[in-house]
């Protein structure tokens, strides 16, 4: 049974930093390309970046703020977030796929954490 469980969410100033984490289980996570969403309420659920074996790739309102890394022997997934915005509050979600393109839609995704909320004040 695969599980992502997402932490290192919470509230933060504008300016400010989280990093956030996604452990993942019941998959050969090197195979797997992840991948962080977000949503804000109202909104659809929205790409943030992901990671592949080999490249990363990041939405246009997250590159040079935001920094996709993972971590194979720990399973893990992390999504390092500096310069926060208001704009960025939202629960973010961490993802899973094998699949090789749609990676910038939810659709691309096989597996999903519940997510963890990130809130920035102004």
């Known amino acids: 049974q695969v599980q992502l469980v997402e932490s290192g969410g919470g509230l933060v100033q504008a300016g400010g930093s989280l990093r956030l984490s996604c452990a993942a289980s019941g998959l050969t996570f090197n195979r797997y390309t992840m991948g962080w969403f977000r949503q804000a309420p109202g909104n659809e659920r929205e790409f943030v970046a992901y990671?592949?074996?080999?490249?990363?790739f990041y939405a246009s309102s997250v590159k040079g703020r935001f920094t996709i890394s993972r971590d194979n022997a720990k399973n893990t997934v992390y999504l390092q977030m500096n310069t926060l915005e208001p704009e960025d509050t939202a629960v973010y979600f961490c993802?899973?796929?094998?699949?090789?393109?749609?990676?910038?839609?939810?659709?691309?995704?096989?597996?999903w954490g519940q997510g963890t909320q990130a809130t920035v004040s102004s």
């Open positions: 990671i592949s074996r080999w490249s990363t």
């Open positions: 993802a899973a796929t094998r699949k090789d393109n749609g990676l910038q839609l939810p659709l691309g995704y096989d597996y």
